[in-house]
């Protein structure tokens, strides 16, 4: 497995604001994901954050409302933009690691937010 | 029809009990299958993987797949109050990046 340390662990912000959350693993990992899970649901894939490319978005997420970055191998960071109280969720990132049987994910300890 | 199918439960079980929590999944291509224990306000943690038709056992846990019918199970022998929370199945093609995720079994274990 791998160490997934992210922050803020809890956010409040006013409407209209942006938050970036940032992740890093304590190996270089080639692919980073990002979720989000509302309450008492499960998770959605928002993109997948490749090192050296744009990343990856899921059907429903757009790059200017959750710009990703991922400028190394250990590190990755998801901005949520202009935010509504809509977007108060936990926020996960995600890595996935080889097991020999293709990939397993190893998740952080999320990011709640909530937006007023 | 979604990916990855589950009861979402509540499960109760007395403790001590067995807990069986299903999964059903569409995509015959699938080749490795997870299941993820979420206690409330915590994120997912990894408890089984299984990637071959049968059994495999990890203590008080024995995950099943079925590829035939598209089916993989989590069994949770001596249930106790500490295995309340949500559990998550997962299945992946390798090679390919992307998981999908059930929406999630939540199972209640009473003293």
């Known amino acids: 497995s791998a160490v997934i340390s992210q922050k803020p662990s809890r956010d409040i912000c006013q409407r209209g604001t942006s938050l970036t959350i940032q992740c890093q693993v304590d190996?270089?990992?080639?692919?980073m994901f990002w979720y989000r899970q509302q309450p008492g649901q499960s998770l959605t894939l928002i993109a997948t954050?490749?090192?050296?490319?744009?990343?990856?978005?899921e059907s429903g997420f757009v790059i200017d409302k959750f710009p990703i970055s991922r400028p190394n191998l250990t590190f990755s960071t998801l901005t949520v933009s202009n935010m509504s109280p809509e977007d108060s969720s936990i926020y996960l990132c995600?890595?996935?690691?080889?097991?020999?049987?293709?990939?397993?994910?190893?998740f952080g300890a999320g990011t709640r937010l909530s937006v007023l | 029809q979604k990916e990855v199918e589950q009861n979402s439960g509540p499960l109760s079980v007395p403790e001590g009990a067995i807990a069986s929590l299903n999964c059903t999944y569409s995509?015959?291509?699938?080749?490795?299958f997870f299941w993820y224990r979420q206690y409330s306000g915590k994120s997912p943690e990894l408890i089984m993987s299984?990637?071959?038709?049968g059994d495999k056992e990890d203590g008080r846990f024995t995950a099943q797949l079925n590829k035939a019918s598209q089916y993989v199970s989590l069994l949770i022998r001596d249930s106790q109050p500490s295995d309340s929370a949500t559990y998550l199945c997962?299945?992946?093609?390798?090679?390919?990046?992307?998981?999908?995720f059930g929406s999630g079994t939540k199972l209640n274990v009473k003293p």
């Open positions: 190996s270089q990992v080639t692919m």
């Open positions: 299984i990637y071959s038709n």
């Open positions: 995600s890595v996935g690691l080889g097991g020999g049987h293709g990939n397993i994910q190893y």
């Open positions: 997962a299945v992946n093609r390798y090679n390919f990046n992307k998981f999908y």
């Open positions: 954050a490749n090192q050296g490319s744009e990343a990856t978005y």
């Open positions: 995509d015959r291509g699938s080749q490795s």
